[in-house]
Structures are given as structure tokens and as C-alpha cells.
């Protein structure tokens, strides 16, 4: 593993695995191939930008002959595969994107893994494949698959094919299941940089449902530093759970960040729920453990530094909601809000 070719390395994860790998490894060198959606961002790159190491390719992970020319013109042997439509909100409001990337786009990247003879096939997959888990249980990787928002669908189908590339043709694949990272670079649309941005310019938070919902927000660096352990001792044909073994409810993971930026309490509302929203995921860890990791953050730690990374830096996000996020915003949470309003 040399030369990785990085899909969706310019969005929030792929972006932060670039910056752990370059800094972690003097002879790794990265390719960077990402299509640039509303949330590819190159601001996100700007550390490694001149870094000899480093390349970017615009371009589709759904235009196989552009990938394959990618790959063979920088000599990939490895690819680590982030692209994809990646919230859930979205989905519901317009799943064809994330049909198209996730499944299609997957496809399309293992039949040049396949082709080319790549060493390594890597896919970042997530724990909502897994679908609602009731309290007390725990997902296992060897557990069925059950999807409940087009997002988590599209997911879960990326994963069935990456599977089946191993058993049929022998690919060397290998998938990790995140549950919730957060961190620096983190679009915001997504709950906690939505609340912390909101919060910092004391704007109302839109909590959906009661807010009793539970997550494992966990660190995005600490999620990099398993998805590198698993591409260098991983067993080849397993999928790893990567999360923190702790699930937070929203509220109180809310009440971290307002404390953490000094805000009130009474920025939180409560408005109408997500459609279909899971009510709480949780992650059995026990495999990536025994691989020798554990995360350096506890989930609130994560919040308190994500909510001083939001905090300390303005010049990212403040062009991100002044942009075309404004009618997202207005579509997603303009009727909620005036709805609450009205409520009071
Ligand atoms: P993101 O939305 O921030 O970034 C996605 C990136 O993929 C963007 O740079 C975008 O331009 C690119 N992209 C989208 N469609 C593409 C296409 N067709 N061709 C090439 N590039 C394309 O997403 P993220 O939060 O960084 O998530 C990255 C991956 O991790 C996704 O696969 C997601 O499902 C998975 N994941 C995310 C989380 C999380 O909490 N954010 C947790 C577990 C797993
Ligand atoms: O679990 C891993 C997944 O985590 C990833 O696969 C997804 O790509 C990523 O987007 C994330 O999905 P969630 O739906 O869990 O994340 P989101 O940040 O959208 O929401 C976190 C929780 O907060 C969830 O219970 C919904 C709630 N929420 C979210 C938003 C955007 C609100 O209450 N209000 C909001 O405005």
C-alpha cells in the first residue's frame, strides 16, 4: 500500500484520512479523485496542497474509463473508497444520487480494481446499515443487514456488492462500518456542526422528535487512524465496526456543545421528526479491538473539540451557510421552525 487512490477525498472523512495519512506515513503518496458535489470542498486540502505527495482529480467515481485513468497514470494499488451522497435528510428529500454513487459508483470502482489487479479494494461503509438497534443489543459485523432510509439502502447495497466481488472473483476487499464522526471539515448540514454554527451565531437549534435519539459520535481522527489499521492488518473478505462502544443521546450531546461555546439552553427546539429517523445505533467493537485499536476521545471530548474547531474557525463554514446552503436550509427546516414557533 503506496499509492491509494482516495474517493470522496474531499469531503469531511476522506479529507481528514488524507491529512492522517501524509502525516503518519513519509512514503505514502495520495490521489485524491472526487467529483466535487455541494460537499467536496478543496478548502478542506488546502494543508496538503503543495505537498509533493498529493494529487487531485476531478472526476465521477461513475465514469469508468476517468478512474481507470487515474488510477493507471498514477500507478494506484489501493483504493479507498469515501464517495458517496452521504445525508440521510437528503436521501429523503431525493434518493437518486445516492443510488447512482453508492451503487453504481461502487460497481464501477471494483470492476477497475478487478481489471487493473489492485491490491487492495477498501470501502468506507457505515453502521446504519445495520438499521434500528434496540436498547440492550449491539450490532456484530456478521449480523443481518436492515436499511431503513435511502441513504442507509444505498449503503448497504455498496457493501452487498463489494462482498460478493470478493467471494466471486477473488478481490482482496475489505469494509468498515463507522457509526458518527465528527471533527474538523465537517459539512453543516450534519447535527453537530449545524447546532454549533447555529449556536456560536444564536440561531435555534432544530432538534427532531423528542431529541432522545442515541448516536456514537465519535472523533474523526480516531476513526482514520482504525479504517489505516485495517487496510495494514485487516484480514482480507472481513468488515470491522468502528466506533466508540458508547451511544450518547442527542440532547445530551447538544447540551456538551452549548456549554462547551457558552450558549444557552434555550436555543433548542424542538421541531418535527425525521421520517423513518433510527432511534439508536450501537456498534459492537470487539473485532477492531482485538486488531490492537481503541479511540483517543471519549464522545465528549469529541464534542467539546469539535465545538472549539467550529469555534476557531469561521473562514470555512461562514462561506458554506451563506451559499446554496441557504435554500437547503429553508426547504429542510423553514416550515419546522415557523411550525415550533407558532407552538410557543
Ligand atoms: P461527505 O458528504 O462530507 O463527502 C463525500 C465526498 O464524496 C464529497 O467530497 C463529494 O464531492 C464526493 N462525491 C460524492 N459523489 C461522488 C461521485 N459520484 N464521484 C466522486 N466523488 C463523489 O461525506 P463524509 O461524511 O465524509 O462521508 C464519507 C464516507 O463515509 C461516505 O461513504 C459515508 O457514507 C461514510 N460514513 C460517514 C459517516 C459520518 O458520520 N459522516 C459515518 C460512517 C460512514
Ligand atoms: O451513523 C453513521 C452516519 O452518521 C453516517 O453514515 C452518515 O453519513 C452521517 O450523516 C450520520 O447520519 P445521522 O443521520 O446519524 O447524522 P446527522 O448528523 O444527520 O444526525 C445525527 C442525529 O441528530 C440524528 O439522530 C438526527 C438528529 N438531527 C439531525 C439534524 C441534521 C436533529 O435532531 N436535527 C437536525 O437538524
Redesign the pocket.
Known sequence: MRNILV??G?????SNFVHYMLARYDDCRIVV?????Y??NLDNLLPVQEDPRYRFVQ????NRADVEAAVRAHEVDTIVN?????HVDRSIMDPDAFIQ?SVY?TYTLLEVARSLELERYHQ???DEVYGHIPAGQSSRETDKVEPRSPYAAS?ASADLLVNAYHVTYGLPITITR????IGPY??PE?AVPLFATNAIDGLPLPVYGDGRQMREYQYVGDHCEAIDLVLRRGVIGETYNIGTGVEVENLDMIEVLLDALDRPRSLIRHVADRPGHDRRYSLNIAKITALGWEPDHTPTEAIIKTAAWYRDNEWWWRKIKSGDFRQYYETQYGERLRAAAAQQ
Not at 59 to 62: E, L, P, Q, R, V
Not at 82 to 86: K, Q, R
Not at 178 to 181: A, E, I, T, V, Y
Open positions: 474517493t470522496g474531499a469531503g469531511f472523512i476522506g479523485y472526487d467529483k466535487l458535489t460537499a467536496g472526476g465521477d467515481i461513475c469515501f464517495a458517496a451522497e452521504s454513487t459508483g468506507i461503509s457505515t449503503k463507522g457509526s458518527n464522526n465537517q459539512y450534519k
